[in-house]
């Protein structure tokens, strides 16, 4: 709450005319741009915090997708050997 206090206080300035939006502690209108700022940190630290376990989320399933293509590709080449050794079989023994 304190460092709420301190966004406020920061956001007061004469340079930066707000004012408290109706039935919200933690809401202000900037009134030069019409904005409306979210002055509660915690929230925004915990968006934060989601924003990042989401990036890691989407960069582990790139790895892994990234994986099974190379996967895929590397079963491929197994089977065209294996199709290769079995003609080159089937040759010898006709």
């Known amino acids: 709450m304190e460092n709420n206090l301190q966004l406020i206080n920061d956001l007061t300035e004469p340079e930066n005319p707000i004012s408290f ?3 919200y502690n933690h809401l202000v209108r900037d009134e030069v741009t019409n904005a409306i700022l979210n002055t509660n ?3 925004y630290k ?3 915090e989601l924003k990042s376990i989401k990036e890691q989320e989407n960069a582990r399933i790139e790895s ?3 994986d099974l293509n190379n996967i895929k590709g590397d079963i491929g080449e197994i089977k065209d050997l294996l199709r290769s050794l079995l003609k080159w079989i089937l040759k010898i023994l006709n």
């Open 64 to 66: 892994l997708e990234s």
């Open 21 to 23: 939006v109706d039935g």
């Open 46 to 48: 915990n968006y934060l």
């Open 41 to 43: 940190i915690d929230e």
